[in-house]
């Protein structure tokens, strides 16, 4: 084969003793997510997987996206395997990387002899192949400290690999070692944000989704299942249970007070989700809160919120700033679905005047009006299990 992905593994190497199951699941994940795109051979070594096409027919550039959107990868690089001499090393080198490299101001050459019966060590290695270079390329100069561009060299078990810079894989763990989690998903910029920093921590995630038609309109819970189909990309197939909030929302506007409803309807939304949750076995659910973003998000309001819960709540974007949230948003491709202009449930009812120092017992006082347990059952019964996959399962 002429080309190949060495994907160095991140967080893994620090694992004691679940190691090694740390590394099969990320292999399986890797297998899985490559199939649609050929036959590759996929194997670890040295704290690295390789990615390896059996024949020429393999997508390469497609399952390199696909990598890169794979948990538990810190760098990942496509290289040039070759036979283990330097004359085979420097062959590979002029015709892999040449034009990028006659392209380039300066380089320098960086090598890595994890074989150790390779006679030239590293640095006799950098030497050797960069001075042939140098010769090649009498107009790119040489410059160990700041170099334009740099050429590695990998010397391994099997063969010899060149490559350029190495690029960023997408962090975290593998998905499936962390359990899984419900990420309560609307339609805004970010609850996405942090159902994809919760699945980067390893958790497979479903999501659930409130929706008050006809105050919200189709259009809006379309945007939503688009919204959990962008994530697939990273956490592949997933569950979106969207749930009929149109009564309680009614019920809420006719019978509470107008400052509580929305910390009301958002204690129905927690009931509702930790109930979806168990259903699923997830451990947690995740929410796009923000400390102080609205009057919701204030520690106060968030207790009161918080109080009806038994399961961990986890809310990746604390204390984030919103450009944090939205250069993240960018990044994962969810933004410009996110900004589409429709209404969400949150901003049906309003109040002009929301409390954002609330006391618990005077919102259960004022929630006392509602058969809170009759609503719930009825809302969980008015609720429609959505697959969601990713393109190329
Ligand atoms: P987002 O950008 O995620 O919409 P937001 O800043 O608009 O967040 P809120 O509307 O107050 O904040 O909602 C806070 C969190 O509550 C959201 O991040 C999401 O986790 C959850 N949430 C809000 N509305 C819904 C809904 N209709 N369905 C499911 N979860 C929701
Ligand atoms: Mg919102």
């Known amino acids: 084969m002429n080309e190949i992905f060495l994907l160095k593994l991140g967080e893994i190497v620090l694992k004691g003793q679940n190691r090694r199951a740390f590394e099969n699941c990320l292999k399986g994940n890797i297998r899985r997510r490559v199939k649609p795109y050929g036959d590759f051979h996929v194997y670890l070594k040295q704290s690295t997987i390789y990615v390896e096409p059996e024949n020429d027919s393999c997508d390469l550039d497609g399952a390199w996206e696909a990598c890169a959107a794979v948990f538990g990868i810190a760098s990942m690089c496509r290289c040039r395997p070759c036979e283990k001499t330097t004359d085979a090393i420097y062959a590979a080198v002029l015709s892999y990387l040449g034009d990028e490299l006659s392209m380039a101001k300066s380089f320098k050459v960086e090598s890595k002899r994890a074989d150790k019966s390779f006679p030239l060590n590293s640095i006799q290695l950098s030497q050797e192949i960069g001075g042939r270079?140098?010769?090649?390329?009498?107009?790119?100069?040489?410059?160990?400290?700041?170099?334009?561009?740099?050429?590695?060299v990998e010397v391994r078990d099997f063969a010899a690999y060149v490559h350029g810079p190495a690029v960023p894989g997408a962090g975290g763990l593998p998905t499936g070692m962390g359990g899984r989690a419900a990420v309560l998903l609307s339609g805004g910029i970010d609850s996405p944000v942090a159902g994809y920093m919760i699945a980067k921590r390893g958790v497979e995630i479903e999501c659930i989704h409130f929706f008050s038609y006809p105050y919200t309109s189709?259009?809006?819970?379309?945007?939503?299942?688009?919204?959990?189909?962008?994530?697939?990309?990273?956490?592949?197939?997933?569950?979106?249970?969207?749930?009929?909030?149109?009564?309680?929302?009614?019920?809420?506007?006719?019978?509470?007070?107008?400052?509580?409803?929305?910390?009301?309807?958002?204690?129905?939304?927690?009931?509702?989700?930790?109930?979806?949750?168990?259903?699923?076995?997830?451990?947690?659910?995740?929410?796009?809160?923000?400390?102080?973003?609205?009057?919701?998000?204030?520690?106060?309001?968030?207790?009161?919120?918080?109080?009806?819960?038994?399961?961990?709540?986890?809310?990746?974007?604390?204390?984030?700033?919103?450009?944090?949230?939205?250069?993240?948003?960018?990044?994962?491709?969810?933004?410009?679905?996110?900004?589409?202009?429709?209404?969400?449930?949150?901003?049906?009812?309003?109040?002009?005047?929301?409390?954002t120092k609330p006391e618990l017992q005077q919102v259960e006082a004022a929630e006392a009006a509602l058969d809170v347990e009759s609503l719930v059952e009825r809302a969980l019964a008015n609720t429609e299990k959505v697959t969601v996959k990713y393109d190329e399962d």
């Open 133 to 152: 270079l140098a010769e090649a390329f009498p107009q790119v100069a040489v410059d160990v400290h700041n170099p334009d561009y740099t050429v590695h």
């Open 218 to 355: 189709e259009k809006a819970k379309e945007k939503v299942l688009e919204l959990a189909h962008l994530l697939t990309r990273y956490c592949g197939r997933m569950t979106v249970d969207v749930v009929g909030f149109t009564e309680i929302q009614e019920a809420i506007r006719d019978h509470c007070p107008e400052e509580y409803f929305t910390l009301i309807m958002r204690r129905f939304m927690m009931r509702i989700a930790e109930k979806i949750a168990r259903e699923h076995g997830c451990r947690a659910l995740v929410t796009g809160e923000n400390l102080g973003q609205v009057a919701s998000q204030t520690m106060e309001a968030m207790a009161v919120t918080g109080a009806v819960v038994n399961l961990p709540m986890f809310h990746p974007l604390i204390g984030m700033d919103k450009e944090e949230i939205v250069t993240i948003a960018r990044k994962i491709g969810t933004l410009e679905t996110s900004i589409l202009p429709y209404e969400d449930c949150c901003t049906v009812f309003t109040p002009r005047h929301p409390k």
